[in-house]
């Protein structure tokens, strides 16, 4: 692991190298989206030659290479991680901490939170849409982006497995593993606070931008609390679970037309246990803050207050161009469609 050095000017310096690593790397990950999103399109268009599976597995496949794996594979690059993460040092990124039972247990308060922030994003969207006259470019813009249900089971299978496997692990690694460990040198504080921005930020919509960002912060900081990413992925592939299970129950819906009364009663089931969950996530929430146990968190470099590190980061100009993406991406594109015509 890297360590800062004491001096001013070179801790300076060493923090806005990673600023601009970290805008980079979130560079080529919304490029990446772009053209995954045009790739997915032309598969869509040639679903008639292979059919709706192959189309879907084909589309689904060219998503985890273009939105998980090139970026992934960047990063490590970029930070060296391959270096860095050698021998005993990568598992110990997965090591079991003591404290994993108390770490999982706080599920429902973590979803909670996220249903939180959620439920305030789409009041105001609600709010702020019936202000404007119902303009559709914030509808848009407070539409949350998110896998359509499949039309078939095979479909509606991958659906799941990304959801509950692969985007946890991918995640993780990337998010609480590399930019985190990139980060913690400059302050474990700070370390959460910019890689759950950069959490949300990669969701790609302003719905889902407050609800992931929150639960970034929450999985992040179990990542500091129990020092491995092992507790963190695990609850990230169980709050996903419960979006595939939606989406699953969903997409059988969709096959039967809604005529199946097993799989109507058991969606209508599944759907009052989630809102069940989300009440008493709150509720939960609410509860544990007295009780959480506020860590004094390291940090390497003090001369520098966190308000000061989260300006330097956004100032950073690959940062400033991220942030440029991240709006055309929570706007569908309309950036590049504007510049486009």
Same mark, same amino acid.
């Given at each position: 692991? &890297? &360590?800062?050095? %004491?001096?001013?000017? *070179?801790?300076?310096?060493?923090?806005?190298?990673? !600023?601009?690593?970290?805008?980079?790397?979130? !560079?080529?990950?919304? *490029? !990446?989206?772009?053209?995954?999103? @045009?790739? $997915?399109?032309a598969i869509v268009g040639q679903s008639h030659n292979i059919g709706s599976t192959g189309a879907y597995f084909l589309g689904m496949s060219v998503m985890v290479i273009m939105v998980y794996f090139i970026p992934l594979l960047f990063t490590a690059i970029v930070f060296k991680s391959f270096r860095r993460y050698s021998g005993g040092e990568f598992r110990a990124l997965y090591k079991k901490p003591?404290?994993?039972?108390?770490?999982?247990?706080?599920?429902?308060?973590?979803?909670?939170?996220? @249903?939180?922030?959620?439920?305030?994003?789409?009041? $105001?969207?609600?709010? /702020? $849409?019936?202000?404007?006259?119902?303009?559709?470019? /914030? &509808?848009?813009l407070f539409r949350p982006t998110a896998l359509e249900p499949s039309s078939d089971i095979a479909g509606a299978l991958m659906t799941v497995f990304l959801l509950?496997?692969?985007?946890? =692990?991918?995640?993780?690694?990337? =998010?609480?593993?590399?930019?985190?460990?990139?980060?913690?040198?400059?302050? !474990?504080?700070?370390?959460?606070?910019?890689?759950s921005v950069l959490f949300g930020l990669m969701h790609g919509s302003m719905y889902m931008l407050f609800y992931t960002t929150a639960l970034g912060f929450a999985l992040g900081y179990i990542r500091y609390a129990t020092g491995s990413i092992f507790a963190p992925t695990i609850? %990230?592939?169980? /709050?996903n679970s419960v979006a595939a299970g939606i989406l699953f129950l969903s997409s059988l819906s969709g096959i039967t037309d809604g005529e199946s009364k097993m799989v109507n009663t058991v969606f209508s089931i599944y759907i009052l246990a989630v809102l069940v969950l989300i009440v008493v996530g709150i509720i939960a929430f609410f509860m544990k803050i007295p009780s959480i146990r506020m860590y004094k968190f390291e940090n390497a470099w003090s001369?520098?207050?966190?308000?000061?590190?989260?300006?330097?980061?956004?100032? $950073?100009?690959? =940062?400033? /161009?991220?942030? =440029?993406?991240?709006?055309? &991406? %929570?706007m569908n594109n309309w950036l590049l469609d504007l510049i486009v015509r």
């Amino acid at each position: 692991m &890297e &360590e800062v050095e %004491h001096s001013g000017g *070179a801790a300076l310096r060493g923090y806005k190298g990673v !600023c601009a690593k970290l805008g980079a790397v979130m !560079c080529v990950y919304f *490029a !990446c989206r772009i053209l995954s999103g @045009y790739i $997915s399109q032309a598969i869509v268009g040639q679903s008639h030659n292979i059919g709706s599976t192959g189309a879907y597995f084909l589309g689904m496949s060219v998503m985890v290479i273009m939105v998980y794996f090139i970026p992934l594979l960047f990063t490590a690059i970029v930070f060296k991680s391959f270096r860095r993460y050698s021998g005993g040092e990568f598992r110990a990124l997965y090591k079991k901490p003591r404290r994993v039972a108390r770490a999982l247990g706080a599920f429902p308060a973590i979803y909670g939170l996220g @249903y939180g922030i959620a439920l305030l994003t789409l009041l $105001s969207s609600f709010l /702020i $849409s019936r202000v404007s006259g119902g303009q559709t470019f /914030i &509808e848009d813009l407070f539409r949350p982006t998110a896998l359509e249900p499949s039309s078939d089971i095979a479909g509606a299978l991958m659906t799941v497995f990304l959801l509950v496997v692969i985007a946890p =692990v991918f995640e993780e690694i990337w =998010v609480r593993g590399i930019m985190f460990d990139a980060l913690k040198p400059f302050g !474990c504080g700070i370390a959460i606070i910019i890689s759950s921005v950069l959490f949300g930020l990669m969701h790609g919509s302003m719905y889902m931008l407050f609800y992931t960002t929150a639960l970034g912060f929450a999985l992040g900081y179990i990542r500091y609390a129990t020092g491995s990413i092992f507790a963190p992925t695990i609850l %990230h592939a169980i /709050i996903n679970s419960v979006a595939a299970g939606i989406l699953f129950l969903s997409s059988l819906s969709g096959i039967t037309d809604g005529e199946s009364k097993m799989v109507n009663t058991v969606f209508s089931i599944y759907i009052l246990a989630v809102l069940v969950l989300i009440v008493v996530g709150i509720i939960a929430f609410f509860m544990k803050i007295p009780s959480i146990r506020m860590y004094k968190f390291e940090n390497a470099w003090s001369d520098v207050g966190p308000g000061k590190k989260t300006a330097l980061f956004f100032l $950073s100009i690959p =940062v400033i /161009i991220m942030l =440029v993406l991240a709006v055309n &991406e %929570h706007m569908n594109n309309w950036l590049l469609d504007l510049i486009v015509r």
